[in-house]
């Protein structure tokens, strides 16, 4: 193929005696006119080579019809109302609605479809008041990670006067009397560097309904501590404000709090020294309830007491156990623990005292989220899926125990002819890395079927089962999907998180390579007929694999990668990520970075899988100067004949709040992709 001609420049840097070209440093300006031009040629060569293909045209309307059911989120009461997510199928955004009871006539509170042409303006928060009448709600706009908020009159549908802007990885917590909202935001960047600057120094304000932002309230802020940043919440009782303190992306926090009965109640700290992970998840007086994996890598549940909050004092509710206890919700006297068992959702009730109760029934073998809602709800809801079952909803009475359905989707495929399996995969080391495989029940394991293996493989995150309309097309077009949960991630709690970290993140990769031969040693499928697929830290994961072992896949996916494991902290919040990968200003983490840093393994003169980089302009969590750079450098070493393309979309991010029409043609183009290069 004849790829655009991307210019290299004469640009080296020393780590700590390593010397490091970087012949294409000027693509990481994705605001110059010379890049955009680049992005223009790169777009056409690739839509080209998209559009071309025999099988996008089928897929489309496929995709399309998959993708074209009715979807509900989960209901939240607050007042004398409830609020829930609705999209028709094809709406590009899902439009936020009110009503009077759960089977009333729905009413529109906000359509984030109205907000712009393209859909690109997403919905990406909402906060509601305690009686209802107030709706702050975040817009995302071209998929950024900066949002906006602005607050709504339930009643009337009218916006009031207030917003607040430059807020970033920061919800809302309202006062109880609905006075105002606590929130953390950064300074407003320079012009032209919101999508490429650094975020630091992440501040703590309370926003008064109808001030200006201003006028708001400084909470917390420590010019000290620039990578510190602050989460706010407020016990139902609204006694006290919690923050949770946070430093990159390791789940370790700290806690402080504030006395909200107290006017002139100052800042405290409460839990110190970024020890382990703490997650409030509810309170009795003075007493505060903490989600940890303090002593107990898989969590347990403890009991901290404001006022008398030396560890030594602590209260264990709830001991740790086999399974990794993934979140806690509290109604009454009662927890409930939502628990992982080889990535699957287990729910156990305990008593306030820590005793167990009972399991709540499940309808199959899958993944569980929700159990929101007030200390004092009657009632609670959850949403269950798994690979071959889309989300539906189930109310639990909090009185009883019961559950009953409330909504299930019904979607244009039999979902009957899919089965899902678990395997194991042995890595060089011994561990055993689970894969569940999703597949047409008469599939034949001769080792003549399309494959693709996705995983993630980092920041303590969980990849459990759930359906989605993409994945559904490539099985029902004739295609095995397995998920790998490999190290790094969260399923077995935090030593299976740190055994993908820093210095052994290379278990990672050879976790995925050891799955990848798995499914061939076992019969689903052939090197040439596997496609490996990642998005962000998962994008790194396959740019790695990819250049290790270029034999082993057909073809390759990475979406949204962090490529460059030189330079990925001097951008936005990649700061944040130095202590999950190291830093090349770290002399002894050098060495390592480069043994797998995707970016400067690729050899000119090697034969790379048929592959499709996938990355988007505005961008501004893993910007798109790392895929960008990993692109031009693939296509100038490539020896073989296998395209080697990268798929640029517009006015979209990394992921979050992308538009349906975006997804659908997105997902057209990467399996119609797939199915012309695994042959």
């Known amino acids: 193929m004849q790829y655009p001609q991307s210019k290299r420049v004469d640009v080296t840097d020393d780590y700590h005696g390593h010397i490091v070209a970087d012949p294409y440093r000027w693509l990481e300006d994705t605001e110059s006119v010379e890049t955009a031009q680049w992005v223009r040629a790169q777009n056409e060569v690739t839509q080209g080579y998209l559009q071309s293909l025999p099988q996008r045209s089928a897929m489309r309307d496929r995709l399309e019809k998959l993708w074209n059911y009715e979807r509900f989120g989960l209901p939240a009461s607050k007042g004398d109302r409830y609020f829930y997510t609705h999209n028709n199928g094809l709406q590009d955004q899902s439009v936020l609605y009110k009503a009077a009871s759960l089977d009333a006539d729905r009413e529109v509170l906000i359509d984030p479809n109205t907000l712009s042409q393209d859909g690109t303006v997403a919905l990406a928060g909402t906060a509601i008041t305690k009686d209802g009448r107030r709706c702050a709600y975040a817009l995302a706009d071209g998929g950024s990670d900066w949002r906006t908020w602005r607050v709504r009159d339930v009643e009337t549908g009218d916006d009031l006067p207030d917003t607040v802007r430059w807020v970033k990885f920061s919800g809302i917590a309202w006062m109880p009397d609905a006075s105002g909202f606590f929130y953390a935001?950064?300074?407003?960047?320079?012009?032209?560097?919101a999508l490429l600057g650094k975020n630091e120094n992440q501040t703590l304000f309370f926003h008064r309904l109808g001030d200006d932002q201003s006028k708001d309230q400084l909470i917390l802020e420590r010019p000290d501590e620039p990578k510190w940043g602050f989460q706010p919440s407020?016990?139902?009782?609204?006694?006290?404000?919690?923050?949770?303190?946070?430093?990159?992306?390791?789940?370790?926090?700290?806690?402080?709090?504030?006395?909200?009965?107290?006017?002139n109640a100052t800042v405290n700290p409460l839990i110190m020294g970024f020890d382990a992970e703490y997650e409030c998840i509810g309170s009795r007086e003075d007493v505060l309830y903490f989600l940890t994996d303090h002593e107990a890598p898989r969590r347990r549940l403890i009991a901290v007491t404001v006022g008398n909050s030396g560890r030594a004092d602590w209260k264990e509710v709830v001991g740790e156990s086999d399974d990794v206890l993934e979140s806690v919700s509290l109604f009454g006297e009662t927890f409930y623990l939502n628990s992982l068992k080889d990535a699957r959702s287990h729910i156990a009730r305990h008593s306030i005292a820590g005793e167990w109760i009972d399991d709540l029934a499940l309808p199959g073998v899958g993944s569980v989220h929700g159990f929101g809602g007030r200390q004092d709800a009657t009632e609670t809801f959850f949403g269950f899926t798994n690979y071959v079952t889309p989300e539906s909803i189930y109310r639990v009475d909090l009185k009883t125990g019961q559950t009953s359905l409330w909504r299930t989707p019904e979607v244009a495929i039999n979902v009957d002819d899919f089965i899902t399996?678990?395997?194991?995969?042995?890595?060089?080391?011994?561990?055993?890395?689970?894969?569940?495989?999703t597949r047409h029940r008469d599939t034949k394991l001769d080792g003549g079927n399309r494959t693709l293996l996705y995983a993630y493989g980092g920041f303590n995150i969980s990849i459990t089962p759930s359906f989605s309309p993409a994945n559904a097309a490539w099985i029902d077009s004739g295609g095995i999907y397995?998920?790998?949960?490999?190290?790094?991630?969260g399923e077995y709690g935090r030593d299976w998180h740190e055994d993908g970290m820093r210095l052994k993140k290379q278990n990672v990769f050879?976790?995925?390579?050891?799955?990848?031969?798995?499914?061939?040693?076992?019969?689903?499928?052939?090197?040439?007929?596997?496609?490996?697929q990642g998005r962000s830290n998962g994008g790194l994961l396959i740019g790695?694999?990819?250049?290790?072992?270029?034999?082993?896949f057909g073809a390759c996916l990475p979406g949204v990668g962090v490529m460059d494991m030189l330079r990925y902290h001097k951008f936005t919040i990649g700061w944040a990520w130095v202590t999950e990968f190291g830093s090349s200003d770290e002399a002894d983490q050098v060495e390592n970075l480069l043994s797998y840093s995707p970016l400067h393994n690729i050899e000119s003169g090697s034969c790379y899988p048929a592959t499709l980089i996938t990355t988007a302009d505005r961008d501004d969590r893993v910007v798109p100067g790392h895929s960008f750079k990993f692109a031009a450098t693939l296509q100038a070493a490539q020896a073989c004949d296998h395209p080697?393309?990268?798929?640029?979309?517009?006015?979209?991010?990394?992921?979050?709040g992308t538009?349906?029409?975006?997804?659908?043609?997105?997902?057209?183009?990467?399996?119609?992709?797939?199915?012309?290069n695994l042959r």
Not at 185 to 193: F, L
Not at 510 to 532: M, R
Not at 544 to 552: F, G, I, K
Request: glycine residues 8%; negative net charge.
């Open 234 to 263: 407020v016990t139902d009782d609204g006694r006290y404000l919690v923050i949770h303190n946070w430093k990159g992306s390791e789940p370790k926090s700290q806690v402080f709090v504030k006395d909200l009965t107290n006017p």
């Open 510 to 532: 050879d976790d995925f390579i050891a799955s990848a031969e798995h499914l061939i040693q076992k019969g689903y499928t052939q090197s040439h007929l596997l496609a490996g």
């Open 659 to 676: 538009p349906v029409t975006k997804k659908i043609d997105e997902y057209a183009d990467t399996w119609s992709f797939l199915m012309e």
């Open 482 to 489: 397995a998920v790998a949960n490999l190290r790094g991630g």
């Open 185 to 193: 935001r950064y300074a407003e960047p320079v012009e032209g560097e």
């Open 421 to 437: 399996e678990q395997l194991f995969a042995t890595s060089p080391d011994g561990t055993q890395v689970p894969i569940i495989v």
């Open 544 to 552: 790695a694999v990819m250049t290790q072992r270029p034999d082993l």
């Open 644 to 656: 080697t393309l990268i798929r640029i979309e517009t006015r979209a991010g990394h992921g979050a």
